[in-house]
């Protein structure tokens, strides 16, 4: 019996256009203060009809598909492999995508916060065992029901509270289809129906964290809404390359 065949897992073999977006995910220090987050975050106060905010739900159009585990088990994902990820795509080192793998990276390999599990999958079959880890096997995956683009939205009727745990992940700007997947205590998860002032109608997700004490001090979240660390619950829109997974 013949063994498994070696697999290429270049650029090219793989069919693969690298190609990254100008909007990424922040992460780590990122995240402190980037400013495509700043109309995102609300005081979970106002979390009723008639709030208006401007949103920003910028989704990515670089097309990376997910590899089977076994190829992608096979291909670094390690700051310290940096190099070798770079020649397995044909990247320069000093280029602007090796700077942009390089961060997504590095914010990977970040420790978690307190109340936080983290993790980045890069296969489909690590994503769901994730997940399943931490909600069991019986789940619902839940993505927003909104158009890309910055407008002014009114919170309308109807919106719930789906989730007291969820597990949310964030598919980040790399070659091929890699998720930062995290979970947090008591953190609720609400489904928000959205009236934009084109007269669009839409919904999105947004998490509301009752314990903000562990953030960066400096996080935009903080300048944004005025208010110090772990005083009050802070809500946030999530992206529209985000996925929500909840126990059914």
């Known amino acids: ?22 909007f990424s ?15 995102n975050f609300f005081l979970e106060t106002n979390l009723h009809p008639g709030s208006k905010m401007n949103l920003h739900l ?3 159009t670089n097309g990376a598909v997910f590899f089977p585990r076994q190829v992608a088990e096979s291909i670094p994902f390690s700051s310290k492999n ?37 993790y980045c999958a890069t296969s489909l ?36 509270k789906i989730a007291d745990k969820s597990v949310v992940c964030h598919q980040l700007n790399y070659p091929y289809a890699v998720f930062y997947c995290h979970t947090f205590t008591k953190t609720r998860t609400y489904m928000i129906p959205l009236v934009g002032a084109d007269g669009s109608k839409a919904k999105a997700m947004a998490a509301c964290h009752s314990d903000t004490s562990a953030w960066h ?31 059914k």
């Open 82 to 118: 940096l190099p070798e990820i770079l020649n397995r795509f044909s990247l320069k080192e000093k280029s602007a995508e090796a700077e942009i793998i390089k961060n997504q990276i590095e914010g990977c390999e970040e420790p978690a916060m307190e109340g936080e599990a983290r």
């Open 125 to 160: 079959e690590s994503l769901i065992d994730f997940g399943t880890s931490k909600l069991g096997r019986n789940v619902n995956v839940l993505t927003n029901e909104v158009k890309s683009g910055n407008q002014e939205y009114e919170f309308g009727v109807g919106m719930k």
């Open 1 to 22: 019996m013949r063994g498994p065949s070696p697999v290429d897992v270049s650029a090219a073999s793989c069919g693969i256009h690298v190609h990254f977006d100008k």
């Open 25 to 39: 995910e922040p992460s780590g220090e990122d995240a402190q203060v980037d400013d495509s987050n700043i109309g």
């Open 217 to 247: 001090p400096k996080h935009v979240a903080f300048k944004v809404l005025n208010v110090k660390p772990g005083t009050v619950p802070i809500c946030h829109f999530l992206h529209n390359n985000a996925m929500v997974w909840i126990p």
């Open 58 to 60: 910028a989704t990515p």
